[in-house]
């Protein structure tokens, strides 16, 4: 089934997604550089994420896991020219990548690039930090129910908050599967069971060029 859901989103691609020379520059950038593109978004996913962006008229934008940017230039270009998008890496190696690719793409809107642990970039930011509109949650699988409880306190009413690879190819319901990055997964999906903060909440499953994951999406009371 591989074969047939990537030949799909090629087809997908070449019908909707308009050839994009900075995004594809950054992709190539990542892979010339030995980097595991397949980290990234699918293309498909980035133009979905940012028409979440434009359907909210969003401006200000968080991203955990910029990995080498690639889908932080596609949330980016959802902004208006004077949106801001804060976007959090661990790995030196990829934040190297991440803000050449930034620096390379010359986009208008703001994009600060701040590496460390996103638990402890968040912790750091001051009181009263004007909250984000969007955000995307793409880091360590683990940390999710940490860093959904962390972004409820930098969120608005209205707030849209996505998070990537909630599924893993069905492994959250393998009841022998106790990996931290599952574990981490099943507990998200409890925290966002009626929690009080969050108006709706809801999980697609998709299949792809990424093989059989999905996205959670939840929307801040
Ligand atoms: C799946 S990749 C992100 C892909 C990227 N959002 C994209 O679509 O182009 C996950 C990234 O999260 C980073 N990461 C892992 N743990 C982290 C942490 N504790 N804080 C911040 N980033 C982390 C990894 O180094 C990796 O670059």
């Known amino acids: 089934m591989q074969q047939r859901w990537s030949a799909m989103d090629a087809y997908i691609e070449a019908h909707l997604l308009p050839e994009d020379p900075t995004l594809q520059q950054a992709f190539q950038n990542t892979e010339a550089h030995g980097l595991p593109g397949h ?20 401006k200000r934008v968080l991203e955990l896991g910029t990995f080498t940017a690639y889908s932080t230039l ?10 801001y998008i804060l976007t959090i890496e661990a790995r030196d190696i990829h934040a190297v990548r991440a803000q050449e690719n930034i620096d390379q793409a010359g986009l208008p809107q703001t994009i600060e690039l701040k590496v460390g642990r996103a638990t402890e970039i968040l912790k750091s930011l001051p009181p009263g ?12 699988k683990q940390s999710y129910p940490e860093y959904l409880e962390l972004c409820l306190n930098f969120s608005h009413s209205g707030t849209v908050i996505v998070l990537d690879n909630v599924i893993r ?3 959250i319901l393998n009841a022998e599967n106790h990996k931290p990055s599952i574990e981490g997964i099943r507990t998200m999906y409890r925290l966002m069971q009626n929690h ?4 709706s909440s809801t999980a697609l499953q998709t299949v792809g060029s990424k093989g059989h994951d999905g996205f959670a999406i939840a929307i801040v009371k």
């Open 74 to 83: 596609w949330l980016a270009r959802a902004l208006p020219q004077d949106g």
């Open 129 to 140: 930090f004007e909250p984000f509109d969007f955000i995307f949650i793409d880091a360590d």
């Open 196 to 199: 009080p903060r969050l108006l």
């Open 39 to 58: 980290l990234a978004v699918a293309p498909n996913q980035g133009m979905l994420l940012q028409m979440l962006i434009q359907m909210n008229r969003c």
């Open 169 to 171: 190819a069905g492994d």
